[in-house]
C-alpha cells in the first residue's frame, strides 16, 4: 500500500510520469492494497473489549494459542498449530520461535528494539510494552488486565491499534478503495495510451 500511495503521489506532483508509475506499481494486485482488521470492528456492528493495550511495532491481525518458549512454538508448529509468542522480553535466541509463531507479545521493549526489529522483518504482528502483562513461567500462566490465561488458551493480537484480545477473532481484509480507485485510473490511462500508440 506504501508503495502504491507512494508512486501515485509522486505522478500527481510531477516528480515522475505515468510511465513511470505504471512501472512501479505493475505487479501489485489489487487485493493486496487493504489493511487487516478486526471483523468487529471492520463492520462496527460490535466492539469486543480488549484484555491489554500495547506498543504497536508491527501491524496486522493475528490470532493462535499462547506459547512461552520457543521450545512451545516448535512443538505446537510442527502439529500445524498456530501460536503467539510471549515473552517478558524477547531473546535473541527466540529468532528461531519468531519465524515459526505468527505474531510477538512482549512486556517490555519499544518500537525499536532488537525483538520488534526482527520482527518486522520477519512480516510478524508485533505489540511491544505490554505493562499490564504478568507472565509466571512456573506456572505457565499470563496475566492480561483481570484474566489469567493459562499456556494454549488463545489470545488474538491487533497491530493496528496495539490491543491484546481473549480468543481467536474474526479478521478481514479491509481494500483501501481511493487508492484502489487512483491505481485503476492509472492502469486504465496507460492501457488506452498503449492501444492509440499502436492505432488499435
Not at 51 to 80: N, P, Q, Y
Not at 122 to 145: E, F, H, Y
Request: hydrophobic share 45%.
Amino acid at each position: 500500500m506504501a508503495a502504491a500511495r507512494i508512486a501515485l503521489d509522486l505522478l500527481d506532483e510531477e516528480v515522475i510520469d505515468a510511465a513511470t508509475a505504471l512501472k512501479r506499481t505493475s505487479a501489485m494486485q489489487e487485493e493486496e492494497l487493504g489493511t487487516i482488521r478486526l471483523a468487529a470492528q471492520a463492520d462496527q456492528a460490535s466492539t469486543v473489549a480488549p484484555l491489554a493495550r500495547a506498543i504497536s511495532a508491527c501491524s496486522g491481525v493475528v490470532a493462535g494459542e499462547l506459547a512461552l518458549d520457543g521450545e512451545r512454538v516448535s512443538a505446537r508448529a510442527a502439529e500445524g498449530v498456530a501460536t503467539i509468542l510471549v515473552r517478558q522480553d524477547a531473546e535473541t535466541d527466540d529468532i528461531a520461535a519468531l519465524e515459526s509463531a505468527l505474531g510477538l507479545l512482549t512486556q517490555r521493549g519499544a518500537r525499536t528494539s532488537h525483538a520488534a526489529v526482527v520482527a518486522r522483518q520477519l512480516g510478524k504482528v508485533c505489540l511491544v510494552a505490554c505493562d499490564s502483562l504478568k507472565i509466571d513461567l512456573s506456572a505457565r500462566t499470563v496475566g492480561l488486565g483481570d484474566l489469567t490465561l493459562r499456556e494454549g488458551d488463545l489470545i488474538t493480537l491487533d497491530g493496528n491499534d496495539g490491543a491484546v484480545y481473549a480468543g481467536a477473532l474474526a479478521s478481514v481484509r479491509v481494500t483501501d478503495e481511493a487508492l484502489l480507485e487512483r491505481l485503476r485510473t492509472l492502469r486504465a490511462s496507460q492501457h488506452g495510451a498503449t492501444h492509440r500508440k499502436h492505432g488499435t
